[in-house]
C-alpha cells in the first residue's frame, strides 16, 4: 500500500515538474494561468489533468482541438514516479526521504530544463539551495564547514573556466546558472564527491560531443548542457550511492 501511495504522491509531483520545465525556462508564473493547452488556449478540465492516466486515454491529444501533447510529459510524470519509490526504497520512512525526493525532483527539472533549452533557470537553483541547506542543517553528518568547503570549490571549479573562456576565448564556455548550481552540489555533497561528480560530467560531456561528432561529422558543436550531464550524475549518485 506504501508504495502506491508513494507512486501517487510520484506522479502528482511529476505533473508539477512539467510544469516547471516548461515554463521556468520561458520566464511564466508558475501558479497562474492554470494549466492549458498550448495550441488553443483553453484551460484544461480534470479529466486532462490525471497524471500520465489522462495521456494514455486521451491518445495523447487535447480533448477540444486534438493538439499533440508533448511526449515529454508522461515521460517526466513516469519518470519523477520511478524517482520518488526508489529513493523511498532506498532511505526508508525516516526525515531523510522527503528532503531527498525534493532535492531528487529538482535535480531531474534542472537536468530537463538545461537539455531542452540551455538554460537552467533561478528558480530551480533557488529550490536546490534551499533543499540543500535543509538537507545539510538536518540530516548530513559531514556538518557545515565541510558543505561551505564543498561550495566554494564548486565556485572555483567552474567559476574559472568561465572567467577564461569570457577573456581569453572571447566565449560563454560555462553559464551563470551552471556556477551556481556546481556550487550547491558542492554544499550538498562536498569537495571530494563533487570533484568525482565534476569530472565524470565532464568524460560523460566528451563522450557525447564525439559521438555526436562521429554521427554528424560537420556539426558544429557550440553549447554542450554541462549542468545536465552533472545533475545526471548526481542524481545516479544519490540513487546508486548513498547521500549521507
Ligand atoms: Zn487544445
Given at each position: 500500500m506504501q508504495y502506491v501511495i508513494m507512486t501517487m504522491i510520484g506522479l502528482s509531483l511529476g505533473s508539477f515538474a512539467t510544469t516547471c520545465i516548461s515554463r521556468l525556462p520561458?520566464?511564466?508564473?508558475?501558479?497562474?494561468?492554470r494549466s492549458f493547452c498550448d495550441s488553443c488556449s483553453r484551460s484544461l478540465g480534470w479529466k486532462e489533468l490525471i497524471p500520465l492516466l489522462s495521456y494514455v486515454v486521451l491518445k495523447g491529444r487535447c480533448l477540444k482541438c486534438s493538439a499533440q501533447i508533448p511526449f515529454l510529459y508522461p515521460i517526466v510524470e513516469f519518470l519523477?514516479?520511478?524517482?520518488?519509490?526508489?529513493?523511498?526504497?532506498?532511505?526508508?520512512?525516516?526525515?531523510?526521504?522527503?528532503?531527498?525526493i525534493l532535492f531528487g525532483l529538482t535535480l531531474l527539472c534542472i537536468v530537463l530544463a538545461d537539455m531542452l533549452s540551455r538554460i537552467i533557470?533561478?528558480?530551480?537553483?533557488?529550490?536546490?539551495?534551499?533543499?540543500?541547506?535543509?538537507?545539510?542543517?538536518?540530516v548530513s553528518q559531514s556538518g557545515f564547514t565541510d558543505a561551505i568547503v564543498g561550495f566554494f570549490t564548486g565556485l572555483v571549479f567552474t567559476f574559472l573556466p568561465a572567467w577564461f573562456g569570457e577573456h581569453w576565448l572571447d566565449k560563454q564556455i560555462i553559464g551563470g546558472g551552471d556556477i551556481k548550481f556546481t556550487a550547491i552540489l558542492g554544499l550538498t555533497f562536498g569537495w571530494e564527491i563533487l570533484l568525482v561528480l565534476i569530472w565524470v560530467a565532464s568524460v560523460s560531456g566528451l563522450l557525447w560531443v564525439l559521438s555526436r561528432k562521429l554521427i554528424e561529422p560537420k556539426q558544429k558543436i557550440t553549447n554542450v548542457p554541462f549542468g545536465a550531464f552533472l545533475g545526471t550524475t548526481a542524481l545516479a549518485y544519490i540513487l546508486i550511492v548513498d547521500l549521507q
Open positions: 520561458r520566464k511564466q508564473s508558475l501558479i497562474k494561468p519523477i514516479a520511478i524517482l520518488t519509490v526508489v529513493i523511498f526504497i532506498k532511505y526508508g520512512t525516516s526525515i531523510k526521504t522527503p528532503i531527498i533557470p533561478n528558480k530551480l537553483n533557488f529550490t536546490l539551495f534551499i533543499t540543500a541547506f535543509v538537507f545539510v542543517w538536518l
